[in-house]
């Protein structure tokens, strides 16, 4: 799958440098746009928004995306801005001269500068897209799937979960997503949070559909976290593409996976989805790079897309609570002697369950996999070497199959991501670790498999469910409820 190329990134910092005002230290003025993005639903419709001027002679639109038209009332303090009516190749004409013009385009960045009676000047960006909007307000959940990309998602930010209760936030934002500018622009109004999805562009400057995972939270007045949502953005719904195994309806790829398999490096790793500890709803990021070299994370970036990072934390009396965990999603709880290796300092083996809870991360209408579906499966491959290059099993209940990656796990100790291969010339990440909605005690259940192309441990294995510590990061599956 396509991403967001360095080129692109520097060109957006580009941007941003020009955005810079230049001021004289006797003067003081200021421009701030009520919003940061302007969208308009139809071909050829009109919005507007307002913004704030000080010390300002004139403001005017200076950079004005192709076939736009945007237009600065001073009197109101407006900004009103018309789509075209057609756009690329429909939009080209011919002039006398014989010359084509350039196409128009669905969406781009708008410069408003103002300007003082002495001349200096301020800018501010605004964004413009003829796009969708998708509202889920109805629809709450802890988990929320796009794939309409330039497209605005609206959800209650009042609402944790599907029936947890209310909140009252005063903000939102992302805590993390990836790729680079995956969403944008998140903002909260009468209790709904909106971010915009946006459209990436391959090295020739084309849109293609920009597929990752984000966190969006909610806060109060104070900047505690309330609650948080995942977004999990792919162009095929993996709602749509399921199998009947283990007496369940199940999606065929990993929860947060943006392809079910595949045997080129990217689709290997977009196949491996998200990592979880057991009985929490919050994911975290997976490797870099498919083999898991170095351990090295994936890059992930905050709503103003900085990098955002990981912390790692062992759990104690404090740290180990699920209070502390839903306001520290960001935290990789690592498991200690005194709980066991559970990232919950007393163990809670009703976090997740046969029935959907509160804690669990699947969509809605979907929900963790029970320990029964896993019981029921076995290896359908021989296991040799020639299954190194798929990276994972195929597993049947003896009627149906599906694959499931080798996407390692978080250590329950460290946090890290790792795998279990022993080959030091070639380690790849030949185990898989796929978390159940059971527990039992401090432990909980999940299927695991291990594939050893050298021979030097005990060899490739299987366990349909086993106990495993809780504070292990694994990979979830999930099936209808």
């Known amino acids: 799958m396509k991403r967001l190329t360095v080129r692109n990134l520097l060109l957006s910092l580009a941007v941003v440098a020009t955005l810079l005002p230049s001021c004289k230290k006797d ?51 407006r900004i009103y801005i018309t789509a075209p009516t057609l756009f690329g190749d429909e939009s080209v004409t011919t002039t006398e001269e014989g010359e084509e013009t350039e196409p128009n385009v669905k969406y781009g960045t708008a410069i408003i500068t103002g300007r003082t009676s002495g001349n200096s000047s301020v800018s501010s960006s605004l964004y413009v897209s003829v796009a969708d909007q998708v509202d889920f307000s109805d ?18 930010a009042t609402q944790k979960g599907e029936n947890g209760g209310t909140i009252s936030p005063a903000s939102v ?49 104070a900047g505690e976290l309330l609650w948080t ?25 990993n929860l947060g996976a943006l392809t079910i398999s595949g045997t080129s490096e990217e689709d290997i790793l977009d196949s491996y989805g998200l990592y979880y500890q ?10 870099a790079y498919y083999n898991m070299a170095e351990s090295a994370e994936i890059d992930v970036y905050d709503s103003e897309n900085n990098r955002a990072y990981i912390s790692y934390i062992a759990a104690s009396a404090e740290t180990g609570t699920q209070e502390y965990a839903g306001t520290h999603t960001k935290y990789f709880i690592s498991g200690v002697e005194e709980s066991r290796y559970n990232w919950l300092y007393t163990a809670d083996p009703t976090l997740w369950g046969t029935a959907k809870t ?22 359908k491959d021989d296991i040799t070497p020639e299954l190194e290059k798929n990276y994972g099993f ?69 366990h349909g469910a086993a106990l495993q510590y809780a504070a292990g990061g694994m990979q979830v599956r999930c099936v209808k409820e």
């Open 27 to 77: 003067e003081e003025y200021s421009l701030i746009l009520d919003e940061r993005i302007a969208l308009i639903e139809e071909p050829g419709g009109q919005v507007s928004i307002g913004y704030t001027a000080y010390g300002l002679a004139s403001v005017s639109a200076t950079t004005i995306p192709q076939g736009w038209t945007i237009t600065v009332n001073t009197d109101e303090r």
């Open 139 to 156: 629809e709450p959940s802890n988990s929320y799937i796009l794939t309409k990309s330039n497209t605005r998602y609206c959800i209650d």
């Open 173 to 221: 934002a992302i805590l993390w997503q990836t790729p680079y500018k995956l969403l944008e622009y998140p903002r909260l109004a009468d209790g709904k949070a909106y971010v915009f999805f946006t459209t990436g562009e391959d090295d020739d400057d084309n849109p293609v559909f920009n597929s990752g995972n984000a966190v969006l939270g909610a806060f109060d007045a």
């Open 229 to 253: 949502w995942h977004l999990w953005c792919t162009e095929n719904d993996p709602r749509n593409e399921t199998v009947e195994l283990g007496g369940e309806t199940a999606m065929k790829r």
């Open 278 to 287: 057991w009985g929490r709803k919050d994911p975290f990021p997976g490797p």
């Open 358 to 379: 509160l804690n669990d991360p699947c969509p809605k209408g979907w929900k963790v996999a029970p320990k029964s579906f896993y019981a029921a499966l076995q290896i």
């Open 394 to 462: 195929t597993l049947t209940d003896g009627v149906n199959e599906a694959f499931f990656p080798g996407a390692g796990r978080r250590s329950f100790y460290t946090g890290a991501l790792t795998n279990m291969n022993e080959n030091e010339e070639r380690p790849t990440p030949w185990i898989g670790y796929y978390w159940s909605s059971s527990a039992e005690g401090t432990s909980a259940y999940a299927m695991d498999f291990s594939f050893d192309i050298n021979g030097t441990r005990a060899g490739s294995s299987f």
